[in-house]
Each structure stands twice: as C-alpha cells, then as structure tokens.
C-alpha cells in the first residue's frame, strides 16, 4: 500500500520558534509538495520539488523553507513561527510522468500562539 | 494565472444524486482531476479525465467535462452518507507539467 507520512499530526508551537515538518514517500516518486490548506482558500502551494536537492516557489513561499536531501524526503521548514502560520499543512508526492496523480500525507494541524 | 472555482457547500438527501461543478481558466488543462477528503485526513483521487473526453464514467461517479466553457462537474448517484466529505476539483495543464491547481473545495453534506 503506498504511502505518505508526516511527521507529527499536531503541533503546537510559540511565535518566533523555528519549526520543521517532514514528509517521507515511500513510491520513489520524482516530485514532492508542500500545501497548505485553510478553509474556503482550499490547497495553496508552498513549494515543490521535482528531485533531489532541486525545490520550487509555489504560490505563498514566504516565511517559508524546504529542504530535499533525499529522495524520499522533503522538509518544510518555519524559519521564525508567526500566528499567521497557522494552519493545516499537506505533503503530497507524485510521479514525474503520466497522470501527475497525487498522493497526500494525513496533514500536520500547527497552531502557533 | 490559473484558477479553479467551486461552490462551497452542498446539501443532499441520502439516496439523491449529487452533482458538483467546477469553472477553471487554463485553457491548456491537460488533465482535470476530483479529489476527496474525508474528515481528518489528506485527500485521495476519486476520478480523472483527460481535456479530450467528454465523459468518464466510474460506477456511481460520472464526469462530465464542457471544455468550451471551461466546466467540469462530478455527478454522484445514489448518494450514501459515507459520501459527506470535502470535493476537490483540480488541473493540470501542459505549461503546468505535473503542478496542480486545485479549488477550494466543495463540503457535501448527506442528510439520512
């Protein structure tokens, strides 16, 4: 069965605090991505990556960093944690070819107080 | 740029059927996708069609795609309560390649 994890599914943490999301695949998939989803804005992307050690702005970068050392895995990285950040973020991944089919992660709800 | 509208919400009656429609701008849309999520988690594909079909079928689900008018919609028969989720249309188009861009989504509530 295929899979996408996420590293926590709750996170609560203070404004300022650096804070890290990671994201594992275990499909060998080529490309990665980091949304986040807010309610009546839908999915807004963050960033993506279509291989190792390459990344992408999406839509809303700022405030935002990634990291993509392995194939695998792709981390979204909270420099310094502002309320505004909170929110419900979605790792997907996806083969570089073909349907372009997505497959999610279960989220990681952070509140940032 | 790109853009994919969707109603918020809808309201049906268990064993009614559902339809959900979805305006989107890309005019070079390669593929048009519905996902779904069901409460607390992330989303899964339910159907895809390619912007040369009219129509896909899958069981209960039909898709329907106007590309003139740049709509798509998601037809469910018989709908059951497990249906109650949150809808999501999505492109991708060739200038695109592999990044989707996704609506709002649509939250089907199923009234027993």
């Known amino acids: 069965d295929v899979k996408v994890t996420q590293s926590s599914r709750y996170l609560v943490k203070r404004t300022g605090e650096k804070v890290f999301l990671e994201c594992v695949q275990d499909?060998?998939?080529?490309?990665m991505f980091w949304y986040r989803q807010d309610p009546g804005l839908g999915l807004r992307l963050i960033y993506f990556s279509y291989d190792v050690k390459m990344k992408e702005k999406g839509d809303i970068p700022e405030g935002y960093s990634v990291s993509r050392e392995k194939k695998e895995r792709f981390s979204l990285i909270l420099e310094s944690a502002s309320t505004n950040q909170t929110s419900m973020y979605l790792c997907a991944s996806s083969q570089g070819r073909g349907v372009y089919e997505q497959y999610f992660g279960p989220g990681t709800r952070l509140t940032v107080t | 740029g790109e853009d994919v509208e969707q109603s918020l919400f809808l309201s049906v009656r268990e064993g009614d059927s559902s339809v959900i429609n979805c305006t989107y701008t890309?005019?070079?849309?390669?593929?048009l996708y519905w996902y779904k999520q069901e409460p607390g988690a992330g989303l899964q594909l339910l159907t895809y069609i390619f912007s040369n079909m009219d129509m896909k079928q899958d069981q209960r689900l039909t898709v329907l795609l106007n590309k003139k008018d740049k709509h798509l919609s998601l037809r469910i028969a018989d709908t059951q309560t497990g249906d109650s989720a949150i809808y999501f249309c999505a492109e991708s188009g060739n200038t695109g390649g592999f990044k989707t861009i996704f609506g709002a989504g649509t939250r089907l509530f199923v009234k027993a």
């Open positions: 890309d005019s070079s849309s390669t593929y």
């Open positions: 499909m060998d998939h080529e490309n």
